[in-house]
């Protein structure tokens, strides 16, 4: 059985990231919130962060408006309203090196994820960027994630499961999600999966072109 990193995207939620975290300090393991910027520039929300990032967990940026894939915002501040106003919030709480979720609409992976120019942006800051391979659709069967996330780990090496700590019913079944993966003889681990890394530290390691718009990006 394999390696599995737990991330959990869209928060911070008040009715549901206490709960995330609460779970993952009595099963003792690290985790990521790819977090929203307009969830955080909420100074109560944020404190949610806070909480995530003193108790050790990766705390990394997934936009601001979660609105519009980057691939397909054309506007010609998309890069300065998503990614660079969910920084500035984030401030000290971001990780070094920063980290940075595209969204995918349903976790699709497409040329929607990201534009050149948000490519040329995580290059420029130096971003690590993080995308997944597995996304037990938490948001479609609340109840019934678990299963297909369990069956998803037991398939591969190395899982980076996206979960959303926004989901209240979802989330009611963190504990025995982590329980089971236990118990099936997966690691649990706070590392990405090389595969899910096309950049680190601002370098291009991977190729990238599945999933920028347009794809005339230098690839690996
Ligand atoms: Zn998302």
């Known amino acids: 059985m394999g390696d599995v990193a737990l991330s959990f995207d869209n928060g911070p939620d008040p009715a549901v990231t206490p709960h995330v975290l609460d779970v993952l300090a009595h099963r003792g393991v690290r985790a990521s919130f790819f977090v929203l910027g307009k969830n955080i520039a909420s100074a ?71 534009s050149p120019a948000a490519v040329d942006h995580l290059i420029a800051n130096q971003y ?51 329980g089971s993966l236990l118990d099936a003889g997966h690691r649990i681990v706070a590392e990405f999966p090389a595969a899910c890394v096309p950049i680190e530290r601002g370098r291009v390691v991977r190729d990238m072109s599945g999933f920028v718009a347009g794809a005339d990006v230098a690839t690996a």
Do not use: Y
């Not at 404190?47 to 003193?54: G, P, Q, S, Y």
């Open 128 to 178: 690590t960027c993080v995308l997944w391979n597995c996304v037990p659709e938490d948001w479609i069967d609340q109840d019934a994630w678990v299963d297909r996330a369990l069956a998803d780990a037991a398939s591969k090496p190395e899982t980076l499961v996206v979960m959303h700590d926004v989901l209240p019913r979802a989330m009611s079944h963190l504990d025995r999600f982590i």
């Open 44 to 114: 109560d929300r944020k404190k949610l962060t806070e909480r995530a990032a003193a108790e050790r967990h990766r705390i990394g940026n997934h936009s601001f408006t979660h609105r519009v894939p980057l691939g397909n915002d054309t506007g010609s501040d998309a890069v300065e309203r998503e990614i660079a106003a969910t920084e500035r919030l984030l401030g000290a709480l971001a990780e070094n090196p920063k980290l940075f979720r595209p969204f995918g609409g349903g976790g699709k992976i497409g040329p929607h994820l990201l």
